[in-house]
């Protein structure tokens, strides 16, 4: 297994639980064949260029355990959730 974290960009004006519902379908994947590790949220920051119209974004920084198999699966998820709006997976 390899150590992972992913920062995830969701939409500023999510409510809490479309935010909560988002993050828990990666966490179940990731919890499906990994172990989840520590979970950051960073807030509301200003983004660097605008992304669809946006100026701002809701971090997330999660850090887990997993095969490299299961990232493929955590971008697929990633892509088709609406309230996401970039993402990045990074072997530490």
Do not use: C
């Not at 297994?1 to 990731?30: C, F, H, S, W």
């Not at 669809?52 to 959730?81: C, M, W, Y």
């Amino acid at each position: 297994m390899n150590n992972y974290e992913m920062i995830v960009i969701l939409k500023p004006n999510l409510e809490d639980e479309t935010k909560k519902a988002a993050l828990q379908r990666l966490y179940d994947a990731v919890e499906s064949d990994g172990k989840l590790g520590e979970v950051d949220d960073w807030g509301v920051r200003k983004l660097a260029y605008e992304i669809n119209h946006l100026k701002e974004g809701d971090f997330v920084l999660v850090n887990f355990e997993a095969n490299p198999s299961l990232v493929k699966e955590l971008e697929r998820r990633a892509q088709i959730t609406d309230s996401i709006i970039k993402y990045l997976v990074v072997k530490k």
